[in-house]
């Protein structure tokens, strides 16, 4: 089989703001809301850190964490992850050393416990888990990255609010909020349900993130607990503003290089590729990709491949490197089983694009349309064939860089650059 010719290009993303001293935008942050007000010497403060690969994350923790304790506060680690790093208590400590969030690095310890206590119920009948540890403690800060989420679409979606819902419900909270989900929506449920554990839980502020389509650290926002809500929305505005996407409608084939929750907390990001797969959401009418081949998983994912669902086919490599429990686990407790289903597995990336492109139809592979990514956050530069071209030169923000060339392999049949 022929292959198509391939172009490398790049998308240029104008005005792309970040933040060049995170350490000191976080201290201006935390004295901007008057946190100092609240911090009392010796009081134990649970720091919620996620598992995303959020950019700068151990950056940022540092710098809340001295900030505390040279208010004299006694600060301690929290993850606040859900059903993460196999549910258990030390995968989620591993989890959180792969983004340098260790208590070496942070001066600070890391209490990580799946036992969690019930704050109540809402009126719709769901119990209110949180992780016991933190409720327990004087006060409560978290820190997170605001973003689209991989799910649905809201005014809140993916940030410091579902952090407090479902990342400090630990596995039980978290399995118990993805079901609700599926009667009461996420839209309805993040809200009111983070409003009610305000009103019970002793957070002192969170700290918001926002990252730019270079996944630079674009914005740093403290926010003090009464203004949680109506301040996330706007960062989430924000960072919609600043997201990246493939500049094609419609392709016959998207290769993506890697998937895994370091990428997004479905493995790739529904919104970049097309696809949901998540009752009762709505399959998305744009982009449309007929096929999807995802050729690996990251080292940072430790096995969880959630997401391969959304794939038609893969590759051996990427099998050989899944763990069916931590992502059956993290599948289950999403109420999202279909996004973890294989897809059909090729032993080398040359048959599995061959196999790919012999069902695109009558389109010959060489016309075809097909992209490669290295993952669904990496879009600033990608490949794209010969069929894409004439769409790439009337697109001002994109340029072709080099030469063309095709497809090659090495002698195991796996894709050279």
Sequence with gaps: MGFPTIYRVRQRFEQQPAVPDLRGAVFAELERIRLPSRIRPGM???VGVGSRGVANLAVVT??????????????FLVPAMGSHGGATAEGQVRV??????????MGAPIRSSMEVVELGTMPWGLPVLVDRIAASADGIVL????????????EVESGLLKMLVVGLGNHRGAQLAHRAAVDISFNRMIPEIARFSLSRLPVLCGVGLVENARSETAAVRAIPPEALEAE??????????LAARIPFEFLHLLIVDEIGKDIAGTGMDPKVIG????YPEEEPKSPRYMRILIRDLTVRTHGNAVGMGFADFATRRLADKVDFKATYTNSLTSSSPVRSRLPIILDTDREALEVALSTIGLTPPERARVVRIRNTLALETFLASEALVGEVRANPALEILGAPWTFTFDGTGSLLE
């Design 62 to 75: 540092r710098a809340v964490l001295d900030r505390l304790k040279g208010w004299g506060a006694a600060p």
């Design 96 to 105: 959180l050393g792969t983004y340098g969030v260790t208590e070496e690095a």
């Design 232 to 241: 996330e929305k706007a960062l989430l505005r924000q960072a919609r503003a």
């Design 275 to 278: 696809r949901m797969y998540l």
């Design 44 to 46: 134990a403060i649970a």
């Design 143 to 154: 820190i997170n990255r605001v973003k689209p989420h991989t799910n649905f679409t809201g």
